[in-house]
């Protein structure tokens, strides 16, 4: 649940953002001062969580932003400078929002993260220019060019950029991808409306917040999900055991050999099968949540079941993974993790390892009396699964 809303909730900033655009004819003096105030705000908070997080991406875009809108809002009584300048800010946001999203994130003060700011900077620069270049030319001739340049190229521009973005999210997920998305739906908004500066004062309001959604969003995932298998982390863990009810089991799954492999085949390989294992639990789990509690190990939780019923899908777990086989990496192989989890495969072309996994399981009952004491149940069941030469399940 909290996934989806979390996709969905940039447009419905977006929303909320066009009624109130809708509703500012009706504000009295005291709201439209606070509307040109809040964009200041909220790009002082979504600048301040960028160097926090040291996200170079979403830090320059919103300098960006906010100076635009400094442009736009020092000039919205001049016609020809407001028109030249919203012709160039009409290239900048999505070329921008497309290169930003492309580029690896490696941090502000980073060389990488100075490159970022001559790019930006230089189009600040570019801006400043534009505005005291332009002021002469005459509202008549400014507004006769810029119709042609923001009616074809400029919304064909935003089109495919949004375009590319959200075919980007499609295929492999992205999350940014879907952010700058929403931020060119409000950066359009604010440039077709660029006289009106209640509405372009409203609509980036809602481009800051929907960089603060996507920072929060940023650092939930690095505090409670694993970043190698996208599963919950030990620390999301720890906080669902705080929730838990009076019926529930806990299972730890141990992959086998797991240093054989990495010594064996390497580090990488070792990394794709614990991707592997957890796409496959992922799948394979249901409504129960996946776990990396460390290393090898994960740990499923299941509420509300049966123990046997428990067992009967842990052991179909098990034998998921035993008839899959895992294909070694070669230079054909893509590195993205795909979408569907392993088919068994029989190309003899290829090399293949056999993946098998231990399983311990315990349930809470009048001796295991908290989820500490049934995970400390389940890992002793499991140590008994090792020693009774693995690729099995024991119940504690």
């Known amino acids: 649940m909290r996934k989806i809303f979390s996709k969905i909730a940039p447009f419905i900033v977006l929303l909320t953002a066009w009624f109130i655009a809708m509703k500012s004819e009706g504000m009295g003096i005291a709201m439209r001062s606070l509307l040109d105030v809040l964009p200041y705000v909220f790009a002082l908070l979504s600048i301040v969580l960028s160097i926090w997080f040291q996200n170079s991406n979403y830090f320059f875009y919103s300098c960006f932003i906010l100076v635009a809108y400094m442009f736009m809002s020092a000039t919205s009584d001049k016609s ?3 028109i030249e300048i919203t012709k160039n800010l009409s290239v900048f946001l999505p070329v921008n929002a497309l290169w930003l999203n492309f580029s690896q994130e490696r941090g502000i003060t980073s060389s990488y993260g100075r490159n970022k700011a001559i790019v930006i900077s230089a189009q600040m620069i570019w801006l400043l220019i534009i505005a005291i270049g332009k002021s002469k030319i005459s509202a008549s001739e400014a507004a006769d060019q810029a119709v042609i340049n923001l009616k074809v190229p400029a919304i064909a521009l935003f089109i495919l950029c949004i375009f590319v973005l959200f075919m980007d ?3 492999r997920s992205r999350y940014s991808s879907l952010i700058y998305v929403a931020i060119l739906c409000t950066s359009f908004i604010t440039l077709h409306f660029a006289h009106r500066p209640v509405i372009v004062a409203v609509f980036t309001t809602a481009s ?9 969003e940023i650092s939930y995932s690095l505090a ?3 970043s190698l298998t996208g599963v919950l982390s030990r620390r999301a863990l720890e906080q669902e055991l705080l929730k838990l009810g009076n019926r529930y089991c806990i299972a730890i799954i141990d992959i086998d050999h797991f240093k054989h ?3 064996n ?3 990488d390989v070792g990394d794709e099968v614990l991707k592997m294992i957890a796409a496959v639990l992922c799948q394979e789990a249901g409504k129960s949540k996946v776990f990396r509690y460390g290393g090898e190990e994960f740990v499923v939780l299941f509420t509300g079941m049966s123990y046997n019923n428990v067992v009967n899908e842990l052991d179909k777990i098990r034998r998921t993974i035993a008839q899959r086989s895992f294909i070694l990496r070669d230079k054909n192989r893509p590195r993205e993790k795909p ?3 392993f088919r068994n495969v029989s190309n003899s072309d290829k090399s293949s390892i056999n993946i098998t996994v231990s399983i311990g399981v315990a349930q809470k009952n009048s001796q295991l009396k908290t989820p500490y004491d049934v ?6 069941a499991l140590y008994k699964s090792k020693n009774s030469g693995r690729n099995c399940i024991t119940k504690a």
């Open 80 to 82: 020809p400078v407001i």
């Open 169 to 171: 999210y499609l295929l």
């Open 208 to 216: 800051f917040v929907i960089i603060l959604m996507a920072l929060l």
């Open 224 to 226: 409670f999900y694993d």
């Open 261 to 263: 492999i990495n010594d």
């Open 265 to 267: 085949f390497g580090h």
């Open 339 to 341: 979408k569907t989890v």
């Open 375 to 380: 995970i400390k149940k389940a890992d002793e």
